[in-house]
């Protein structure tokens, strides 16, 4: 069931996208009366899943879904219909229209991804809020057991302030992907502050280790239930482990280090249970556990127990505008930090760039719309940046020749744009190889 909760958001996702970045140069070749001749939700190599015509317009669904495409009449593009090209210019034609008016063309679908993540983060805003854990309240400070973080000199307790001069006034997932990228990060310690300076490779060294959070907030040692054949049945579920030993264990890190110091003993463990505490006596085993498994607690949770405050803002209509905008503004700049990383071969980001498996495995198992548009989120701009970039076959290519054509008032032959879109077309198969062999790497090696 887990694949296909997965599976369906994926390809929701994947769908909405093409649709409406396909949708951002349909609308605008209509208004300047170009007729096109497709609109395709996935590839329809050789044979289609489904098709309509509807009036000059063929409307269909492909079996082969790694994109979509709209086939606009006299442009040269992945079809590579030569024989139509070699025709005498129509007016109908993508050819025939104005410079300024293919270039609105050309970038209609990057417009509209860039607006959709925008829409969809005021939308977030407005419905779902922002609940955080002011870096201010984070008196004990962070959980730090990630390898690759000890190894830069990060400690559990850490309070991380600012991230390449940028303070951090909250814990989120952002700020795990700000790490990800920093140069340097300034962390308070017992406290005194000091900085520290992130490794050129850190990604790299990331990429060697499963996938985990960077930095997270500590929790509580909280039992899910008791594991078969453990001897510790007189703890419950819901139990909340505060001492053990008389040693205090407020969270799971500080519990870890005790119960490590006496394995195979029999030990005291003050808990709290049903609002009350009291003291049991546990043993711990040779690996030095307690034969539970552990649960976790939400941040409302916490917050009633006195672990955290939490803060939530919820923002009304307009008041969402200015939050969702800011919001796509930092994933912008972010992505825009992540390609950078990529194509600086001493950071050996490229070894994490991935296909259609990577973004697959990026949706939960688990169905959260509140994740799911945050996702598609994320993906519309990446979608878009990436169809900014200078390669022929790509709308970003189209819109160099373009801006040249109109800046020098002379357009490139139709044999340079075919030979331009032959060689964008093998760069754009090289990267989508390079990108879903690195999955298949990942999948193989188990990294």
Do not use: C
């Not at 044979?47 to 509807?54: A, F, H």
């Not at 060697?208 to 594991?227: H, N, Y």
């Not at 552990?294 to 672990?307: P, V, W």
């Amino acid at each position: 069931m887990d694949i296909v909760i997965k599976l369906s958001q994926f390809l929701l996702s994947l769908s909405l996208l093409i649709i409406l970045h396909e949708l951002g140069h349909f609308i605008p070749a209509k208004l300047f009366k170009t007729r096109v001749e497709k609109f395709y939700l996935f590839f329809d190599v050789k044979y289609s899943l489904l098709k309509k015509k509807i009036g000059e317009t063929e409307y269909g669904i492909g079996w082969l879904p790694l994109g979509g495409y709209v086939k606009i009449s006299g442009m040269i593009d992945e079809s590579m219909d030569k024989e139509q090209m070699a025709l005498p210019a129509q007016p109908w034609e993508f050819r025939s229209k104005p410079a300024w008016q293919r270039l609105i063309i050309m970038l209609g679908g990057v417009t509209v991804n860039f607006i959709l993540a925008f829409i969809i983060y005021i939308g977030m805003a407005f419905a779902y809020g922002d609940m955080f854990v002011a870096t201010a309240d984070l008196k004990d400070g962070l959980l730090i057991e990630n390898p690759v973080m000890q190894k830069a000199g990060f400690q559990t307790g850490d309070k991380i302030l600012a991230i390449d001069g940028e303070e951090i006034l909250k814990y989120d997932n952002q700020m795990n992907a700000q790490i990800v990228m920093a140069k340097q990060v300034l962390i308070e310690r017992n406290g005194e502050r000091q900085t520290i300076t992130m490794p050129v490779d850190f990604v790299d060294q990331l990429s060697k280790l499963e996938k985990g959070p960077l930095a997270t907030i500590r929790m509580p040692f909280v039992v899910g239930s008791i594991s078969e054949g453990s001897k510790n049945t007189a703890l419950q579920s819901k139990d909340i482990v505060l001492r053990l030993n008389e040693e205090p264990a407020k969270y799971l890190d500080q519990a870890k280090v005790i119960l490590e110091k006496n394995k195979n003993k029999l030990i005291v463990a003050g808990i709290l249970r049903n609002d009350k505490e009291m003291q049991v006596p546990v043993q711990v085993d040779a690996d030095g556990k307690l034969g539970v498994q552990l649960a976790g607690l939400d941040l409302e949770s916490l917050e009633k127990l006195g672990y955290y405050k939490v803060s939530k803002q919820e923002f009304g209509f307009f008041e969402s505008f200015p939050v969702g905008i800011q919001k796509g503004a930092d994933q912008l700049v972010g992505y825009g930090k992540q390609l950078k990383m990529i194509f600086n071969p001493e950071t050996k980001a490229y070894k994490q760039v991935g296909g259609f498996a990577a973004i697959f495995n990026i949706f939960p198992s688990t169905w959260s719309w509140e994740v799911f548009w945050n996702i598609t989120a994320l993906l519309s701009i990446m979608l878009g940046v990436m169809n900014l970039l200078p390669i022929p076959a790509l709308d970003g290519g189209h819109v160099i020749f373009l801006l040249y054509e109109i800046i020098s008032g002379k357009k490139p032959s139709d044999k340079f744009l075919e030979n331009a879109q032959m060689v964008g077309f093998v760069l754009l198969i090289s990267l989508l190889l390079f990108a879903n062999g690195n999955d298949i790497y990942k999948a193989i090696v188990g990294k």
